[in-house]
């Protein structure tokens, strides 16, 4: 196979040599011959007509039984079946065997890229709000209607990408996203207006706001389920974001920005020294560079790797054959041999010459998405009153986190510069490196969430209890002082337990729903998330002047909250 392909290149098994082996030599995964047995009697053995009807059949997981006897299990627990789901569950069976390898860690760097882009553009639309005020004579409240105008980008990329990916296939969106974001970040930085920065702002948004959806979806399906922790560890690109951010605001903003003390060119009479474009380029350049690093995200995942779409996407196409030389292009990137083929997929899950049920429809494709926010779905997540109560409060949680994060987050160098007193504002140079020192400290959070995900004793409630708990305590601590020193400890180790807390929740959340509602259960958590998210902005811009630190309580409150829930 050539090193560079079309990146929208059909496939074929042919393309693939000496992949395929046949089902009796396959690898099975440890768990499935664990439970199954390797040398337990076929479906037309004499000593199971003998053992009677009441008997119970195992099958050896390297038959054709035995593989319809695991995919009927999984029937089972979803509570869907369909030619289409029968077939999907087969090609999850493949993907197990074939385990990680290269291409799934290549996927991991690249689907990464959508983590460290969701951070990386809130931090740095968060890190231009003081020098767009000063530049277009907007206060420092009413500008954060910018942060307003992103997020309804946000909720809209995420609505339209998580569902256009499922019609258009993952490959197109998984590189639309990113090409949006990398072109509308280059265009904010030559915004006239500050109407204009907010209506770029808000179309960047609609790039980024589809990268963890479409990101997540499609590394989830490359992923083995027994590698289902490489998901919560995804979030580790989330701070990281956060840092080359603030690392690159650092070094341009504090040096090519007016003084705060100087007026809009805009309100100003002329002849009086102003702030303007001509010496206010440090956020633009800033953005230029958000957006070059975004686009050059972009050229890595579009010329330099070659993904292969999404087998169920294929499966639900119709794309039968395509899907099994997905399957087989894996297994050939990451050395491994493989036993899917067509044959095993006719055999266990229908052949597409009698039955049509394979291919979904576009209208199918969206009624399943939807499905999800149906009564029908919703309904089992209150099932018993343990599980009703369990649904609420996890709810409940990622609303309140939801509001509480973007309330002190997007708005953190403000703080920084005028939280707390009637002292001078703190130097910029100074804000800008006390932001940098935050995000450093932050990133050990994540890592630390990925392990205590299996932590004995502690487990994922203790940890996210505790660490919620904190992060509500150092931002309440946060406004008890104006000196820039103790303001950094506080926001430093805030950002610590945030991230720790925010990596715990995305493990813990999945696990407390039934396995047929739990797309549901964690699908409406995400969206409150979303909208609760938007009303930040709306809250910090309408808070009392009188005291900016208003905001700063709220979410502090709304920490405590949460952790009152867990």
């Given at each position: ?23 009796r ?5 440890p ?6 047995g390797d ?30 006897t ?29 385990g990680?390898?290269?291409y ?25 709000l ?14 954060r209607?910018?942060?307003c105008?992103?997020f ?11 569902t256009?990916s499922?019609?258009?296939?993952r490959?197109l ?27 770029l ?13 479409v ?12 590698s289902?922790?490489m998901?919560?560890?995804l ?12 690392l ?22 002329p ?12 956020w ?6 958000l ?5 050059l ?8 790797f ?8 294929l ?16 297994a ?23 039955t ?11 009624a399943?998405k ?26 409940f949680c990622?609303?309140t ?27 910029q ?17 994540s890592l ?9 004793y ?13 992060s509500?305590i ?42 047929p ?15 609760a998210?938007?009303c ?27 952790f009152?829930?867990?």
């Amino acid at each position: 196979m050539p090193v560079f392909m079309n990146p929208f290149a059909k496939h074929d098994v042919s393309e693939f040599p000496g992949v395929l082996i046949p089902l009796r030599e396959a690898e099975r995964h440890p768990s499935v011959v664990g439970t199954k047995g390797d040398k337990l009697d076929k479906l037309d053995s004499p000593s199971n007509e003998e053992a009677g009807r009441g008997a119970e059949l195992v099958y050896s997981p390297h038959t054709i039984e035995g593989l319809r006897t695991e995919v009927e299990e999984d029937i089972a627990a979803s509570g869907v079946d369909s030619t289409y789901d029968r077939k999907s569950k087969l090609i999850n069976k493949a993907i197990q065997d074939i385990g990680m390898g290269s291409y799934n860690w290549q996927l991991f760097i690249l689907c990464g890229f959508g983590w460290f882009a969701d951070n990386f553009w809130l931090q740095g639309l968060a890190l231009t709000l003081t020098p767009i005020s000063l530049e277009f004579g907007i206060t420092s409240t009413t500008v954060r209607y910018t942060t307003c105008a992103t997020f309804v980008g946000l909720c809209l990329g995420a609505c339209f990408w998580g569902t256009a990916s499922d019609v258009i296939g993952r490959r197109l969106a998984f590189n639309a996203t990113l090409f949006l974001a990398g072109v509308f970040g280059l265009a904010v930085g030559g915004a006239p207006t500050w109407i204009a920065a907010c209506a770029l702002y808000a179309c960047l948004g609609v790039g980024v706001g589809g990268n963890l959806p479409v990101d997540g979806a499609l590394f989830l399906e490359f992923l083995p389920f027994a590698s289902g922790n490489m998901l919560t560890l995804l979030s580790v690109w989330w701070p990281v974001g956060q840092l080359v951010a603030s690392l690159i605001a650092w070094g341009l903003i504090p040096n090519y920005e007016c003084a705060d003390t100087l007026p809009s060119c805009l309100e100003a009479a002329p002849g009086v020294e102003c702030c303007g474009r001509s010496n206010n380029m440090g956020w633009r350049y800033f953005t230029f560079t958000l957006g070059a690093v975004t686009f050059l995200m972009f050229i890595c995942r579009f010329f330099l790797f070659h993904l292969f779409e999404s087998p169920k996407f294929l499966l639900s196409q119709g794309r039968q054959a395509e899907a099994v030389a997905t399957v087989h292009g894996m297994a050939w990137k990451n050395g491994k041999k493989t036993w899917l083929s067509e044959e095993i997929l006719n055999e266990v899950g229908g052949d597409p010459e009698v039955t049509s049920e394979t291919r979904l429809t576009s209208r199918q494709i969206l009624a399943r998405k939807f499905s999800a926010f149906s009564s029908e779905r919703i309904g089992p997540l209150f099932a018993t009153k343990k599980l009703g109560i369990t649904t609420v409060l996890v709810w409940f949680c990622w609303t309140t986190i939801g509001l509480g994060y973007p309330l002190f987050n997007a708005f953190l160098p403000q703080y920084l510069a005028n939280a707390g007193a009637s002292n001078a504002p703190t130097p910029q140079n100074i804000v800008y490196r006390n932001y940098l020192i935050t995000s450093v400290v932050g990133v050990p959070g994540s890592l630390i969430a990925c392990w205590t995900v299996d932590l004995k004793y502690v487990g994922r409630k203790g940890t996210m209890a505790t660490a919620t708990l904190l992060s509500g305590i150092f931002l309440f601590l946060f406004t008890t002082t104006r000196n820039p020193s103790i303001q950094l400890t506080f926001t430093s180790l805030e950002a610590f337990f945030q991230n720790i807390m925010y990596g715990v929740l995305y493990a813990y959340t999945p696990e407390v729903f039934p396995a047929p509602n739990r797309g549901t259960g964690t699908g409406i958590a995400s969206f409150l998330n979303r909208i609760a998210g938007l009303c930040a902005p709306i809250i910090g811009a309408n808070a009392p002047t009188s005291n900016p630190a208003i905001p700063l309580y709220v979410a502090g409150a709304l920490f405590l909250s949460a952790f009152l829930a867990m």
